[in-house]
């Protein structure tokens, strides 16, 4: 990777196609994980709920 251009809103950078790639999916990896994670805390502070009242909180979303 070379860095063509830095100011201090952007970076400008070469990059092989490959690695291009592999960025845009340890990208969304990093994406999916974050929401994960919040989906979990949601969980851990959601009340309880019964077979029923989840499966109408589900089909409410």
Same mark, same amino acid.
């Given at each position: 990777?070379? $860095?063509? +251009? %830095?100011?201090? @809103?952007?970076?400008?950078? %070469?990059?092989?196609? %490959?690695?291009? /790639? ?8 990093? %994406?999916?994980? /974050?929401?994960? $994670? @919040? ?11 019964? $077979?029923? +009242?989840?499966?109408?909180?589900? @089909?409410?979303?």
């Amino acid at each position: 990777m070379c $860095v063509l +251009e %830095r100011d201090t @809103r952007s970076i400008t950078v %070469r990059m092989s196609p %490959r690695r291009w /790639n592999r960025f845009l999916g340890l990208e969304q990896a990093y %994406r999916v994980a /974050n929401a994960v $994670v @919040r989906a979990k805390r949601e969980c851990e502070t959601a009340p309880s709920m019964s $077979v029923d +009242e989840a499966m109408q909180f589900i @089909r409410e979303l």
